[in-house]
């Protein structure tokens, strides 16, 4: 009875411990399962997000390059658009330039004897007539001159008187004839002896008779001008080489062009320019009187001249200037063009910002002649393509911020 009691008991405690395991085991073979279709849930959902996010991606490669702008954005930005066609353009080059001052008309003045100045009556900017008074010098050099010239000047005098006395005793018959010609012979070269001090005076600038002290040396404008340069005070001492005044008359004006080696062809002698002042409206014509034969050994550009007139002034020197010229050909037909403030430089490359929906797209072109206001499109458009002209550099810098935007 006792052992049959403890068999079942122990029968009992088995079964329970059998029934624990199944639900174990039911339980963990669950949660696997739960598990799993959790993880697949996951990835199915990864794998759509990757797959929008790629089509996205393909999107936007897809509009890779237009800079967006609707129609009100292009109206207030003032961008007009034009059309890509055959322009007449004619054969013209934008050149730079400077004012300069008409070196045929520029004089350097100077001493030419060495002394120290008395007056300087002459100022900086000052309109001067030729001839008028510039300043005085005193000069011991010129005071020597001077009386070299006077005492040649007294002999001379005497010699006449003793050559016309010698010559009347010889025609009476009372001296002999070699006394007439001895006379005769000093007064000749007396005579050149006063015609050498009076020409080295006149070299000078000097007048042979002095008007007050044989020292006394005037400094003269050659010609009529302005005084653009002064170096000269009272009571310094000058050397007979400085520079003591620039006069130049600027009535009429150089305008120095610099020209690149491939305009060379259209920058001839006697053909039309105008000059535009970079800073100023003032606008005038005129037309090439030099060109350079030589180009520059480091710029490799020639230099040629217009001669401006200059009345009121206003062609200063130093004055930076754009000149056009027009060759005298006339250009010819360009099969396609684009206004020239279309053309747009990016990365160092020509484009045009052509209309696309919605926006823009900057087109890569090969340009070829142009007048500053056509350039000739030897590739990259089309005849009839719209394209922005005024206002696109508006455009080119809101490709700039998105371009910028991107690579951050």
């Keep these: 009875m ?16 059998l029934i624990m395991g199944a639900l174990l085991a039911a339980l963990i073979l669950f949660s696997g399962k739960s598990s799993f279709s959790a993880d697949k849930e996951e990835t199915a959902t990864a794998d759509s997000e990757g797959k929008q996010e790629s089509e996205k991606q393909h999107a936007n490669q897809e509009d890779d390059g237009k800079i967006h702008f609707t129609d009100a954005q292009i109206r207030d930005a003032g961008i007009s658009l034009e059309k890509a066609g055959p322009v007449r353009i004619s054969n013209t080059a934008q050149l730079a330039g400077e004012i300069r001052f008409n070196e045929d008309r520029t004089a350097h003045v100077v001493p030419r004897l060495a ?11 000052q309109q001067v007539k030729k001839g008028q008074l510039l300043a005085v010098i005193a000069s011991t050099q010129l005071s020597e001159m001077r009386s070299e010239l006077l005492s040649a000047q007294k002999r001379q005098a005497l010699a006449q008187l003793t050559y016309e006395r010698e010559k009347k005793l010889w025609q009476d018959k009372i001296s002999a004839e070699q006394d007439y010609l001895q006379a005769q012979q000093n007064l000749r070269e007396i005579d050149i002896a006063v015609q050498n001090a009076r020409q080295k005076l006149n070299a000078l600038g000097a007048p042979g008779a002095a008007t007050g ?20 005070a009272l009571g310094e001492a000058v050397k007979e080489d400085a ?4 006069i130049s008359d600027l009535s009429i004006v150089w305008a120095e062009i610099i020209v ?26 005129g037309r090439i009187s030099y060109v350079g034969s030589m ?54 490359k020509p ?3 052509t209309k696309v ?52």
Excluded: C
């Design 2 to 17: 006792k052992l049959s009691s403890i068999d079942r008991k122990q029968g009992g405690a088995i079964a329970a411990v």
């Design 243 to 246: 520079n003591v005044f620039t």
């Design 351 to 353: 484009v045009v910002f």
């Design 357 to 408: 929906d919605g926006g823009f797209a900057a087109q890569a072109v090969a340009t070829g002649r142009s007048d500053g206001k056509y350039t000739e499109i030897l590739k990259g458009l089309q005849v009839g393509t719209p394209y922005a002209a005024a206002g696109s550099f508006v455009i080119k810098a809101e490709q700039g911020k998105d371009s910028a935007e991107h690579a951050h």
């Design 213 to 232: 002290a044989l020292s006394r040396y005037e400094l003269r404008a050659p010609f009529d001008g302005m005084i653009v340069e002064k170096h000269i």
């Design 295 to 348: 180009l520059g050994e480091q710029t490799r550009t020639a230099k040629a001249r217009v001669t401006l007139d200059n009345p009121g002034m206003a062609w200063r020197p130093g004055l930076f200037v754009n000149v056009e010229l027009v060759s005298g050909d006339g250009g010819g037909e360009a099969t396609l063009a684009v206004l020239s403030e279309a053309v747009q430089t990016i990365n160092d």
């Design 115 to 125: 002394g120290v100045v008395e007056s300087a009556p002459a100022n900086l900017g």
């Design 260 to 285: 690149p080696a491939r305009d060379l062809e259209i920058v001839r002698v006697g053909e039309k320019a105008t000059i535009r002042a970079a800073s100023l409206s003032s606008v005038a014509g």
